[in-house]
């Protein structure tokens, strides 16, 4: 229904999407967007047609999925991107007999029914595609700006972030905000990111007893990533922020507001800020 | 057409095969527990196998049915009653096409056997489609009916939101003593429905020989005992501690997982992910279950033993079709006998 987050990978130049655009109709993505120099596109990391040292490979999960495992690459760019390629291919072109894909962190889990299509033709199908994706360039990401009420209420374990840390509150604000972050997947629960790219120097463990809820919005880090609740839940992770963003909506195209793939940026923003966009996200959602 | 809702029962949900596609969104299937008895269910009203029914855990639901119509339940051994406008009671069997009369009621009662039941209208339960399924996803309140469980005094639309599979053949007409309980002779039979053994085939998973070799051993020697916090989301089990996986789960990541995943964390108590699992998980996934025993555990009760047994993907496969054949024959069977 509402326009703003649509697949990325054919634009020339990163778009950038407010996060509150979901919340509100009159937000458009930003016509000239000026990407930080940490995001410009990736270049390949091999010349096109050149074989990366060790192809992916794919083993059974059950009897009806298999699981394509990035081994050599790791978390690096290129490999992330073929991931996504993979998932992207696989929904725009599907494959008869395939009812899933979804990506995490260093693999592919691709889902199917069994009557339908036999594994092993499955399995070469899926190498001959993984091949027809080594050539392509990787396309820019999409960024996505999220405001964030950091501390206080919304952030409830900001200071204890400090200490860990041995900087002022105020340093961690300035350091989740200026860093980039990258959408590894999305799991766990229904639009919920796992974000990549939180300053080392801000690494924490989880917190040692979970809470009962975490409210939805909740920002929170633990170990070296950034997650972002969509609903009211239990968690473990240190909740630092919270945005009045909507991150699930069922009703929406796409459902989820953020998209394994998409950098994303934290914009601070105070309480009265916060209030104001919560209230017309309330309006907006309608639900 | 409505079902009104007298008392709900323990846990009672619209719910049908699932979704698929979205897991790249997080939105893993959810589903029926014991999807072929909800199937049966569905093909013995005449519907497709996969529209939406209702699933109710333990204790059943209570439903009125204003209009006359034909209802099916399967699944666990639930006692059914039937009470009509009149006030007259009638014991009903699971697993056959049933005539409820209008203003009768339903009553699910307690399960003996096995934990979930199945109930199919005529037309399914007609309920908006959400992200490509009609089944309610509890934990996220979507779905389903308003996203919840269902409650006293809801009323549930049901009809018309299926092909009728068997109305190709014979439309669906009321039987001519509209006003009884009428009991059709054909039901499912029992070599189809999911049968409560125990037995679980496993079939190795990525991290399979990250347990230690003792481990592997207990994992097939040893009886496993499903313990009171499973749910829909998973089966937890108590038996031999799992061991070998601690010192190798430092590096590990979230990775996707399926309905079936065995997880080990590091408790070494293994939990068998369900219809509501999550769709990437943490812990190391020694093992899945074959496709064929998804519903079985769909029924297993807090107490209830399993006892795996390693299997090839071959074989698994071949169990898989054998069954699905079944059940092709089974749907034939019902077009060639009509109505009664």
């Given at each position: 229904m509402l326009p703003l987050a649509k697949a990325p990978c054919s634009h020339d130049t990163p778009e950038i999407f407010h996060g509150l655009g979901c919340l509100s109709i009159s937000v458009v993505p930003v016509s000239k967007p000026r990407p930080p120099a940490a995001i410009e596109p990736q270049r390949p990391l091999w010349p096109p047609g050149m074989v990366p040292p060790r192809p992916p490979s794919i083993v059974p999960l059950g009897d009806a999925a298999v699981l394509i495992r990035f081994?050599?690459?790791?978390?690096d760019d290129r490999s992330h991107w073929q991931r996504m390629a993979i998932v992207e291919r696989l929904t725009s072109d599907p494959i008869a007999g395939v009812i899933d894909a979804a990506a995490a962190f260093d693999s592919v889990g691709v889902f199917f029914d069994p009557t339908r299509i036999e594994s092993d033709r499955l399995i070469s199908l899926l190498k001959h595609r993984l091949a027809d994706i080594e050539s392509l360039p990787s396309p820019p990401p999409r960024i996505v700006e999220i405001p964030v009420c950091y501390g206080g209420d919304h952030g409830p374990d900001l200071d204890a972030v400090a200490q860990h840390a041995g900087i002022a509150a105020a340093e961690v604000v300035r350091l989740h905000a200026a860093a980039v972050h990258r959408v590894a997947m999305v799991g766990?629960?229904?639009?919920?990111p796992y974000l990549?790219?939180?300053?080392?120097?801000?690494a924490i463990p989880r917190r040692r007893s979970p809470r009962t809820t975490v409210a939805a919005g909740t920002v929170a880090i633990a170990g070296l990533q950034t997650g972002i609740y969509p609903r009211a839940s239990p968690g473990g992770w240190n909740c630092i922020g919270r945005t009045a963003c909507l991150l699930f909506d069922p009703f929406r195209e796409p459902p989820t507001l953020l998209q394994a793939g998409d950098m994303v940026r934290m914009v601070p923003i105070d309480r009265a800020a916060f209030e104001a966009q919560s209230a017309t996200g309330v309006a907006m959602g309608g639900r | 057409m409505t079902l009104h809702v007298v008392t709900p029962g323990a846990l009672t949900t619209v719910q049908d095969l699932g979704r698929q596609g979205f897991r790249r969104h997080g939105i893993g299937p959810g589903g029926a527990m014991d999807s072929l008895s909800l199937r049966i269910a569905n093909l013995l009203v005449g519907?497709?196998?996969d529209a939406a029914g209702l699933e109710f855990t333990f204790l059943g639901p209570t439903l009125r049915f204003p209009h006359g119509c034909w209802v099916a339940v399967a699944g666990a051994a639930f006692e059914l009653t039937v009470t009509d406008g009149d006030g007259q009671r009638t014991s009903v069997p699971v697993g056959h096409l049933l005539w409820i009369p209008a203003n009768a009621t339903l009553t699910c009662g307690a399960?003996?056997?096995?934990c979930r039941g199945y109930l199919a209208v005529a037309g399914g339960i007609a309920v908006p489609m959400v992200l490509g399924g009609r089944g309610t996803d509890i934990r996220s309140g979507?779905?389903?009916?308003?996203g919840r469980p269902l409650r006293a005094g809801d009323a549930i639309p049901c009809g018309r939101s299926t092909s009728q599979t068997l109305a190709e053949a014979s439309p669906m007409t009321p039987p001519p003593d509209r006003g009884r309980v009428k009991v059709d002779p054909r039901s499912a039979s029992r070599k189809l429905l999911p049968r409560p053994t125990g037995l679980i085939r496993l079939i190795p998973g990525p991290e399979y020989d990250w347990l230690s070799a003792s481990s592997l051993q207990r994992l097939v020697r040893q009886a496993f005992t499903v313990t009171p916090d499973s749910d829909r989301m998973g089966c937890r089990i108590a038996g031999p501690t799992l061991a070998g996986i601690e010192e190798r789960m430092a590096g590990m990541v979230s990775q996707p997982v399926s309905s079936g995943t065995v997880q080990v964390p590091p408790s070494g108590q293994p939990i068998i992910l369900l219809a509501d699992h999550p769709t990437t998980g943490g812990y190391p996934r020694i093992g899945h279950v074959a496709s064929i025993d998804l519903p079985a555990l769909g029924q297993a009760r807090p107490g209830d033993t399993l006892q795996f047994q390693i299997t090839a993907i071959p074989e698994a496969h071949a169990l898989l079709f054998e069954r699905e054949s079944a059940l092709e024959r089974f749907r034939h069977g019902l077009l060639r006998g009509g109505l009664r």
């Open positions: 081994e050599s690459a790791g978390a766990f629960a229904p639009g919920f990549t790219g939180l300053p080392e120097q801000l | 519907n497709s196998h399960a003996t056997a096995g979507f779905g389903g009916w308003h």
